[in-house]
């Protein structure tokens, strides 16, 4: 460089000298500009997805498909799916479809053949089925005066089948029935955690229907929430 170059180059301004040193200074990998905010992800649309099992999609579609009968999902994942903030995890599945003896024990048959190391269990709420290594169905039976027509306008997909989803304050009457004590704390999380999305005056209704005012009013209390329902 000559020398009249090199004076040409002191005299230029501190920031063009910057900016000519950086400029050939490569940018690193994977940064991004100052200022630009990154993409947010897209949150999963149901975090129970990787827990739908091949079991319950095939149980379904028996029931639809050979006994011509709906299936309503009930119980803590129908609870979720009603908008309650999810507060626990499951691998079991809580449902409802209108069984006669017979029925059920065209069931158990199914799956007894189509699962190898699969059991299944009486109880006076129905009936349980296990899958080895993971998985379990209740197939519940319910006091026929809890279900009504708002049960069949809400339809879910789970792993392929369509089932129906129950009004909340349905399902939750129906834990109000269960003699479990997880079933009474799903309540009071939902009291707490749910308010907007429980249709109050609605539950008042069908709690009174079911005899379980008292519990709910109990259980209520216990969460802090002060429901102030009559007791039948």
Not at 183 to 188: I, L, M, N, Q
């Amino acid at each position: 460089m000559s020398f009249e170059e090199k004076m040409s180059y002191r005299k230029r301004p501190h920031s063009e000298c910057a900016l000519r040193r950086t400029s050939k200074i490569p940018a690193k990998r994977g940064l991004k500009k100052r200022g630009a905010p990154s993409e947010p992800k897209a949150p999963k649309s149901d975090v129970y997805a990787p827990y739908y099992s091949k079991e319950f999609r095939d149980v379904v579609r028996y029931i639809q498909t050979e006994l011509d009968k709906k299936v309503y999902l009930i119980g803590i994942r129908a609870m979720f799916h009603r908008g309650i903030p999810l507060w626990r995890f499951t691998d079991d599945f809580d449902v409802y479809t209108p069984l006669v003896q017979e029925e059920r024990e065209k069931i158990i048959d199914f799956v007894r053949r189509k699962y190898e190391g699969a059991k299944h269990v009486w109880s006076k709420f129905g009936f349980g089925l296990d899958f080895d290594p993971i998985g379990h169905i209740d197939v519940t039976i319910i006091p026929p005066a809890i279900q009504d027509e708002s049960w069949d306008k809400d339809t879910i997909e789970i792993n392929g089948v369509q089932v129906y989803l129950p009004p909340l304050e349905d399902i939750i009457v129906l834990k109000l029935l269960s003699p479990r004590r997880k079933d009474a704390k799903d309540v009071g999380v939902a009291l707490r955690l749910g308010k907007e999305k429980i249709n109050f005056e609605g539950l008042k209704v069908k709690a009174e229907n079911a005899g379980v005012s008292k519990k709910l009013n109990k259980i209520a209390k216990r969460y802090g929430e002060d429901l102030n329902f009559p007791v039948a």
